[in-house]
T-cell receptor, first 115, second 113 residues
Framework: DAGVIQSPRHEVTEMGQEVTLRCKPISGHNSLFWYRQTMMRGLELLIYFNNNVPIDDSGMPEDRFSAKMPNASFSTLKIQPSEPRDSAVYFC?????????????FGSGTRLTVV | DAKTTQPNSMESNEEEPVHLPCNHSTISGTDYIHWYRQLPSQGPEYVIHGLTSNVNNRMASLAIAEDRKSSTLILHRATLRDAAVYYCILSSYNAGNNRKLIWGLGTSLAVNP
C-alpha cells in the first residue's frame, strides 16, 4: 500500500487566493482526518469524516475553511480566501474506525505558505 | 479534555535504552494512551497504544503505571533513526461523545552516535 497520499507537497500562494489540498486515504480505511501543524500551536484537528460523512468540524478555524469527501478514496480541504496566518503544514490521516483507537496513518503533509 | 505533560527534550546515546516519560494525571477510565513520533519533514507515525496493561510491539514497549496517571515509552536500543519528536496522547471522549486525540508539543529526542 502506498500509504496516505497528499498533494501538493508544497504550495505557495498569494493572500486572497483559493487553495485546495488533496488527500487519498489508505484503501479500506473508513475514517479520514485533516490536521494543521504550526510551531506555536502544534497539531490541531480540523475535521474528521467517517464513511465519507463529516463527524466533527469543530476544529475548522472559520468559514474560509471547508472540507469535502465525495467518496471513500478522496478528500479535499479548501481555503478561500487564504491569509498569511493560514501558513502551516496540513496533514491528512486515515484509520479503520473513526475512534482512532488502533492508530492513524498520516500522509507526508502539504506545506502551505501564504504571502 | 485530559492532557499530557512531557519533557521538552531528551538526549540518548546510540544503542542504549531510552525511557520517555509522560504524565496524565487527569486521565479517565476510558482514555487510551497513544504514542506517536514525528521524524523531520514527515507526518506523525503511530508507535504504540494501551489502556491499562503494558504493551510491546516491534517498535517499542509501553509501561503504564498502576494508577494510570503516568506512562513510559521504552525504546530498547536507540538508533540514529529514532531521533524524532515523540508525542504522548490521550484519546478522550468529547462533549459530543466522539473520541479525539488531544496532541501536546511532545518530547524532542536527540540520539548521539
Amino acid at each position: 500500500d502506498a500509504g496516505v497520499i497528499q498533494s501538493p507537497r508544497h504550495e505557495v500562494t498569494e493572500m486572497g487566493q483559493e487553495v485546495t489540498l488533496r488527500c487519498k486515504p489508505i484503501s479500506g480505511h473508513n475514517s479520514l482526518f485533516w490536521y494543521r501543524q504550526t510551531m506555536m500551536r502544534g497539531l490541531e484537528l480540523l475535521i474528521y469524516f467517517n464513511n465519507n460523512v463529516p463527524i466533527d468540524d469543530s476544529g475548522m478555524p472559520e468559514d474560509r475553511f471547508s472540507a469535502k469527501m465525495p467518496n471513500a478514496s478522496f478528500s479535499t480541504l479548501k481555503i478561500q480566501p487564504s491569509e498569511p496566518r493560514d501558513s502551516a503544514v496540513y496533514f491528512c490521516a486515515s484509520s479503520f474506525g473513526w475512534q482512532g483507537v488502533n492508530g492513524y496513518t498520516f500522509g507526508s503533509g502539504t506545506r502551505l505558505t501564504v504571502v | 479534555d485530559a492532557k499530557t505533560t512531557q519533557p521538552n527534550s531528551m538526549e540518548s546515546n546510540e544503542e542504549e535504552p531510552v525511557h520517555l516519560p509522560c504524565n496524565h494525571s487527569t486521565i479517565s477510565g476510558t482514555d487510551y494512551i497513544h504514542w506517536y513520533r514525528q521524524l523531520p519533514s514527515q507526518g506523525p507515525e503511530y508507535v504504540i497504544h494501551g489502556l491499562t496493561s503494558n504493551v510491546n510491539n516491534r517498535m517499542a514497549s509501553l509501561a503504564i503505571a498502576e494508577d494510570r496517571k503516568s506512562s513510559t515509552l521504552i525504546l530498547h536500543r536507540a538508533t540514529l533513526r529514532d531521533a524524532a519528536v515523540y508525542y504522548c496522547i490521550l484519546s478522550s471522549y468529547n462533549a459530543g461523545n466522539n473520541r479525539k486525540l488531544i496532541w501536546g508539543l511532545g518530547t524532542s529526542l536527540a540520539v548521539n552516535p
